[in-house]
């Protein structure tokens, strides 16, 4: 019998078949390396319960790493849906983590800015995002509390996971996508500047059009010290015309004479930041991997 993963706690997760049975599984076996949106295959052991006996082949997965452990957000999405929004503020340089993953298995990306209808931080929100649309990167504008049909219109047929810090409003976005989702809001945190974390885990639910949608929890770290160099390198889609037009084949575009990026980014071809960003998560990811190897 084979099935999707639609949710996970811990070393329990929610599969629902082929057939459209709900079954509370578990993994045959000690390890437990499952994702929201995982195609597995199962065998039933009692009434709404299971065993995982095989995970099928994934077409991509998202995940975040730092030195010390890695985080599967959700497998086999086709699209990555990023929400940002007026309040409370968000960061630029998440997204660009967020895009260093999603571009790294070739999965396509969305911006999302949410609660337009805040217009005192209108215009704040959509200078952060202008370089991001620059590169070709879409911003869809929207309020969750008003009309999403927008957004609905981009997510049929596609396997959507929604990603973004905590108080951007994907929880209420899903619910006004699917009311019966009913899952959980709150109020945002005004004295933090935050939002509260209501989503604890990743659940997958099916669109009524075709397709579906990952809400996956409120995260304000990315890591990337999954990417190697090259991988990390090439998630920058603007550096690709410039890779190996360097000087020395070994540059790392940080102080050598005749680097393509960094002549590039001296002429306005591509983004200073972006580049900065680049060495600054490159350094992240070497240290990282430093301290793993001990040294």
């Not at 810090?165 to 500047?193: F, W």
Request: proline share 4%; glycine share 8%; aromatic share 6%.
């Amino acid at each position: 019998m084979f099935g999707t993963l639609t949710a996970a706690f811990g070393r329990q997760y929610e599969v629902r078949t082929d057939a459209g049975e709900i079954l509370l599984c578990v993994p045959r076996g000690k390890k437990s390396l499952f994702a929201c949106g995982d195609r597995v295959q199962i065998a039933v052991t009692g009434p709404g319960q299971g065993v995982i006996d095989k995970l099928l082949e994934r077409t991509s997965l998202l995940y975040r790493s730092d030195a010390w452990r890695q985080k599967l957000i959700a497998a086999n999405a086709t699209q990555v849906v990023m929400v940002v929004a007026t309040e409370p503020s968000f960061s630029d340089e998440f997204i660009s983590r967020c895009l260093c993953a999603v571009e790294s298995q070739n999965q396509k990306a969305l911006i999302v800015l949410n609660k337009t209808d805040v217009t005192a931080g209108l215009a704040g929100a959509r200078a952060q995002l202008a370089p991001f649309t620059v590169l070709g990167y879409e911003v869809l504008e929207l309020s969750a509390m008003e009309n999403v049909d927008k957004l609905r219109a981009r997510l049929i047929g596609e396997t959507s996971l929604l990603v973004g810090q905590s108080g951007m409003g994907k929880s209420t976005l899903t619910n006004a996508l699917i009311p019966e989702a009913r899952a959980e809001t709150r109020e945002i945190s005004e004295v933090l500047d935050t939002g509260k974390h209501t989503t604890t885990f990743a659940r997958l639910y099916p669109l009524p059009e075709g397709g579906g949608i990952i809400d996956s929890p409120g995260m304000q770290t990315f890591g990337l010290v999954h990417l190697s160099p090259e991988e990390l390198e090439s998630s920058f889609r603007e550096f690709r015309p410039y890779v190996g037009q360097c000087r020395f084949r070994d540059c790392r575009h940080d102080a050598e004479p005749g680097c393509a990026l960094r002549e590039a980014a001296a002429s306005g071809k591509i983004a200073e930041k972006r580049l900065h960003q680049f060495l600054q998560f490159r350094t992240e990811c070497e240290q990282a991997k430093r301290l793993v190897q001990g040294w």
